[in-house]
């Protein structure tokens, strides 16, 4: 079932140009080999549909007791077991490098938006969506707009970066102090992270009963032959 879903929501996002997808990939100009938003849609067809495989050798090779199913099932599960710990660790190991990806990204994304905020319609929508929805103001803070089209129209600040009713200037901006998006995106991890880790262990911990029952199931199976 869960196959299932995944599947039909990237069959929808492949499908949908004027999905969330296209405008998200709007917002910044990031590299191809840091965020490839385009083929969202194409992974998740891919992971859907290893999903829906994966279930159905679970589940017919319960019922018919197939031991050939059964073992393509556990070798399937332990792969992917496998895949989710290396990628664990490899993400614990390199976590500077991590936030080297981050700062590069931030030059890039503080460019775009001095060259586009307030001239591209579409690209100043979806920033003050965002600001407005996670109460932020630009990547890091409020200095990203300056230079921005919006900016050189006078010494103007989108009203998210100032707590007030008034004209946002730069000397408001910097009395408001509001953090930038990526900040409380960090934020949001963090405060999230028990429930985030929870998950984490509750898939490991169904993919290890996943692969204990499959092996009970196939010795059985063996046992009765």
């Known amino acids: 079932l869960a196959g299932a879903a995944i599947l039909g929501v990237g069959i929808w996002v492949t499908v949908d140009s004027n999905s ?12 191809e080999d840091i965020f490839q938003l385009n083929y969202v849609g194409y992974v998740l067809i891919g992971v859907g ?25 556990f070798s399937l599960v332990l792969i992917i077991f496998i895949i ?8 614990f190991v390199f976590n500077n490098e991590v936030d080297q990806i981050f700062d590069t990204i931030e030059d890039e994304v503080r460019a775009n938006i001095q060259k586009d905020y307030g001239n591209e319609n579409e690209m100043t929508k979806v920033w003050n969506t965002t600001m407005e929805q996670f109460q932020c103001c630009g990547y890091k803070n409020y200095t990203d707009f300056y230079g ?13 970066c100032c707590s007030g009713t008034g004209p946002c200037t730069s000397n408001a901006a910097e009395k408001a102090d509001i953090k930038g998006c990526f900040v409380r995106l960090l934020e949001l991890l963090e405060e999230n992270s028990v429930i985030i880790a929870g998950v984490a262990i509750g898939i490991a911990a169904l993919e290890i009963a996943a692969m204990v029952v499959s092996m009970v199931l196939y010795c059985n199976a063996g046992k009765k032959g």
């Open 148 to 160: 921005s089209p919006f900016n050189n129209a006078g010494d103007r600040y989108p009203s998210q």
């Open 20 to 31: 969330l997808l296209s405008l998200a990939n709007k917002v910044v100009s990031l590299p």
């Open 84 to 91: 989710e710990v290396a990628g664990g660790v490899v993400l």
């Open 49 to 73: 549909a290893v999903l829906l495989i994966i279930g159905f050798l679970g589940c017919c090779g319960a019922v018919k007791e197939s031991r050939c199913m059964l073992l393509t099932f």
